[in-house]
């Protein structure tokens, strides 16, 4: 068996395995964690205040819109995730994948000028808020070595899956899809989860404000 | 001061100059092991959820008025609960088990705990405007109370809430006595001339009072006796549960917050009361209608706790309190348990309106306002009172001057003393006024007028 082989069959199976495995082992621990405590009666609707938490905070609270670095944040990371997204689901090669491997069926992928286009707003918003964390004198006291390896296993990820766009090397390829491979078992273990989290952590603390008749 | 205390001196550890106090003599060990204990006792999946949603933005601080008024970047909301966080992923977080196995341990020191105590308790008021800005929705507010239970549980709180907090178990209120509690309602009562009846056996409210208020707030006590009298609701005062703030809250001991609340809804479940009015505190209000239930185990539906703002603001919106119009200009300061942590940014602005007073608002105002600086236990912690007197001078005090008006007012007390204190520090000719008194001296009613300062 060649190694892109291994990368493909085995590596790949173990990588995604750990991804679903632990990933699926966080958030039951999150949810079963200790024991529910009594509410209040409630003064409001905890179901509607946690819907609009959980979309009200894809735009940034007027708390904090009269500083730069919260537009700065904000632009950035949309220009990251959706960057990033559209290369994940609409670059040719991955639909491929995922149509070949995965699903069974595919979609109409992005042209090449539209993954350039994608793949720029993503490094750019990636690299913008990567500098940020080793600059700002608040991002970086808080940040963990965990988020600067999230960010640099995700930049590499990128950085390779560019390389290997043309599919004329399989070595690109394996590399490309090794780096996939690392991200993903580090991805359950990591902030990276957030992916995930974001609904859990909206949608109670936007439950608990529903409640009392105010919004969080 | 308790005798079990020793203020700052970082006597276990050598260091000095440091803002931190120690009570009780325990090993290093003990302490740090009863604040990772204390941190995680009441984890549920909310509190789980917070600790696993963090990715590091930093836009808390944004929002956090220490943050703001200083530019330290230590005041950052979510840096304030960092030594828990470790220790929560190496031993309760959900690959606990993996650390454990690999042999990695938290190197949570109890040098670092106390470095953290001023975090915890000197620069942040729990007013949970971090909450409102974090894009994860984590409620850093909430984790800061779980924080501030390990801290009580390892003896490391701020000498002066220590104090107070041992009168609280002593006495229930840091106030005094029952007949302590009787003699001043009965000083007051005969002062302005307003019936104030106390321990009844019977009744359908039971009124509660603050410690602020029965030592320096005599005349929202009147107002509060005169508006109950005037919409003819049968209450009472119990000398044996009059205390609504809850001590036990504000500095993490959770066994005392519990028996606080407690007292106050059995006493009412006692008398046959189907309402519990707390007063001007905002804290105190929290603690008992949102978390009641907590100690109970279900809702406490039979028991209404209510607001005395909200009371005041039902009672005027239904028509039922009238008052006479004051028309002058009024700003308004937003308590922040009152109106964003419950909801009640409705209330006072229907008072204001019956006062016939032109609202300017603050800006910002309502659920986005900032918190006075002294909630949280924070006015009651001496050694934060030069921090807190900067944010004022950052923060509040421009805020007030922008509008122009000619009353500042609030309906909390804690915000009025607070506000009251940096007015006086800053040496502003300005004065902060109570909702509550304006009401108080402005109703309709047969009775003579109340007079602030001067009884009727």
Same mark, same amino acid.
């Given at each position: ?44 609707? /905890? ?63 992005? /042209? ?24 700002? /004198? ?79 | ?24 003599? &325990? ?53 304030? =609960?960092? %030594? ?21 341990? %938290? ?5 670092? &705990? ?5 975090? =915890? ?13 974090? %894009? ?6 909430? &984790? ?67 410690? +602020? ?64 009015? =707390? ?19 279900? %809702? ?113 007390? =804690? ?31 047969? +009775? ?9």
């Amino acid at each position: 068996m060649s190694a892109i082989e291994i990368l493909e069959g085995p590596l790949w199976k173990i990588s995604a395995g750990i991804f679903v495995v632990f990933g699926l082992w966080r958030l039951a621990h999150i949810l079963m964690t200790g024991r529910r405590r009594a509410k209040a009666r409630p003064a409001g609707s /905890p179901a509607l205040g946690a819907v609009r938490t959980i979309f009200g905070h894809f735009l940034p609270s007027p708390t904090i819109t009269h500083s730069s670095k919260t537009w700065f944040v904000t632009l950035m990371g949309y220009s990251f995730h959706l960057g990033l997204f559209a290369l994940l689901l609409f670059a040719a090669p991955h639909v491929a994948f995922l149509k070949n491997q995965v699903l069974g069926f595919g979609w109409t992928p992005l /042209p090449r000028w539209g993954f350039i286009v994608a793949a720029e707003f993503a490094f750019a918003g990636l690299l913008a808020l990567w500098l940020r964390r080793m600059l700002d /004198p608040v991002v970086r006291l808080i940040s963990r070595p965990d988020d600067h390896i999230a960010s640099g296993l995700t930049f590499l990820v990128m950085l390779t899956g560019c390389f290997a766009l043309g599919e004329q090397s399989v070595v690109l390829r394996g590399i490309h899809l090794g780096l996939v491979e690392l991200w993903l078992v580090y991805f359950p273990f990591s902030s990276l989860m957030h992916s995930f989290t974001w609904p859990l952590s909206r949608g109670l603390s936007g439950a608990m404000a529903g409640r009392r008749g105010t919004r969080a | 001061m308790s005798s079990d205390t020793a203020t700052g001196a970082g006597a276990q550890s050598g260091r000095k100059n440091r803002n931190f106090d120690v009570q009780r003599d &325990l090993p290093d060990e003990v302490r740090l092991a009863n604040a990772m204990d204390g941190f995680v006792a009441e984890f549920g999946p909310t509190a789980a959820s917070y600790m696993n949603a963090c990715v590091r933005c930093g836009l808390c601080a944004e929002a956090c008025q220490f943050y703001l008024a200083t530019g330290d970047e230590k005041y950052t909301p979510i840096h304030k =609960i960092k %030594p828990f966080e470790e220790a929560y992923n190496l031993t309760e977080g959900p690959f606990a088990w993996l650390y454990r196995a690999i042999g990695r341990a %938290p190197e949570l020191s109890i040098d670092e &705990l106390q470095d953290w105590e001023e975090l =915890i308790y000197d620069s942040c008021n729990m007013c949970g405007r971090c909450t409102l800005a974090c %894009p994860m929705g984590i409620d850093i507010a909430g &984790l800061v109370q779980e924080a501030r239970h390990g801290m009580y549980m390892a003896g490391l709180l701020p000498d002066r809430l220590a104090y107070i907090v041992s009168k609280a178990e002593k006495l229930h209120s840091p106030f005094g006595s029952p007949e302590d509690f009787r003699k001043t309602v009965r000083k007051v009562e005969k002062d302005y001339g307003v019936a104030m009846p106390i321990d009844r056996e019977k009744a359908d409210v039971l009124l509660t009072a603050t410690a +602020e208020e029965l030592e320096h707030h005599p005349l929202a006590m009147a107002t509060i006796a005169r508006v109950l009298n005037h919409l003819g609701l049968d209450w009472t005062y119990s000398s044996e549960a009059f205390e609504a703030t809850n001590f036990g809250y504000l500095s993490g001991n959770s066994e005392l917050q519990g028996e606080l609340t407690v007292r106050l809804i059995d006493k009412a479940r006692e008398i046959g009361a189907s309402m519990l009015i =707390i007063p001007e505190c905002g804290h105190a209000w929290g603690a008992t209608r949102w978390e009641a239930a907590r100690w109970y185990g279900a %809702p406490v539906d039979d028991v209404r706790v209510r607001h005395i703002v909200e009371v005041l603001g039902e009672a005027v919106r239904d028509g039922k309190l009238k008052c006479e119009k004051v028309n002058e200009s009024i700003t308004y300061h937003d308590p922040c348990q009152q109106i964003r942590r419950g909801g009640l940014e409705w209330a006072p602005r229907a008072i204001i309106r019956e006062l016939g007073m032109e609202l300017r608002e603050l800006d910002p105002h309502g659920v986005e306002a900032f918190c006075c600086g002294g909630g949280g236990g924070v006015l009651a912690n001496e050694r934060a009172a030069p921090l807190r007197q900067k944010v004022f001078e950052n923060i509040k005090k421009p805020e007030v001057e922008a509008t122009g008006a000619k009353h500042f007012a609030t309906s909390c007390n =804690i915000c009025e003393l607070t506000l009251g204190k940096d007015i006086k520090a800053s040496g502003w000719d300005k004065q902060i006024e109570s909702l509550i008194d304006l009401v108080g001296t402005h109703m309709i009613t047969d +009775e003579p007028p109340l007079r602030p300062g001067k009884p009727g």
